[in-house]
């Protein structure tokens, strides 16, 4: 496996686009609700997106990816999706884990919907801390974290923000 930069703008596009509508798909069965913007994003909005990305490969193979956008004080995490076949093979916790090295002790923020919870547990064990939820439209909610030195030292269970 390897972990490189990537671009929707490529031939790897489609291929980028189609991975991002499975990895959503099973969080909205997740959470009961296929609002979720990405999952009916077309390839035109993909590439559209201001966004780094960085893709897993397995081999030749399309495996996950993630993507954020930066400023000089945070890295928001705007997608980080992988492929329903690979769950559970440790890609989710290597791409996080490269964008917190990117990140060079930048804050960095991420939500996902509140009832995907093995989401959620791998921002947890990965040091990020719940900042709150919040319903971004009717009857879809998502959890919000944050990963940073304050709050990595904070106690267990301090879920302030």
């Known amino acids: 496996m390897r972990i490189t930069t990537i671009s929707p703008h490529d031939s790897l596009g489609p291929e980028l686009l189609a991975l991002q509508h499975a990895a959503y798909a099973v969080e909205a069965e997740l959470i009961g609700d ?30 996950g990816a993630v993507a954020w956008e930066e400023t000089p004080e945070e890295v928001d995490v705007n997608r ?24 060079g002790g930048r804050r960095i ?23 709150g939820e919040h319903e971004v439209i009717p ?7 944050l990963h940073e030195r304050s709050a990595r030292d904070r106690p267990r269970g301090d879920t302030r923000g």
């Open 34 to 63: 296929d609002r979720i913007p990405p999952l009916r994003e077309t390839l035109e909005g993909l590439r559209s997106e201001p966004l780094t990305w960085l893709g897993m490969f397995d081999g030749e193979r399309l495996v």
């Open 80 to 103: 980080l999706v992988v492929h329903p076949e690979e769950h559970r093979r440790g890609i989710g916790r290597a791409l996080v884990e490269e964008v917190v090295a990117r990140a």
């Open 109 to 131: 923020v991420v939500s996902t919907g509140r009832d995907n919870k093995p989401a959620r547990a791998l921002y947890e064990r990965l040091g990020f801390w719940a900042r």
């Open 139 to 145: 009857g879809l909610w998502i959890a919000s974290y």
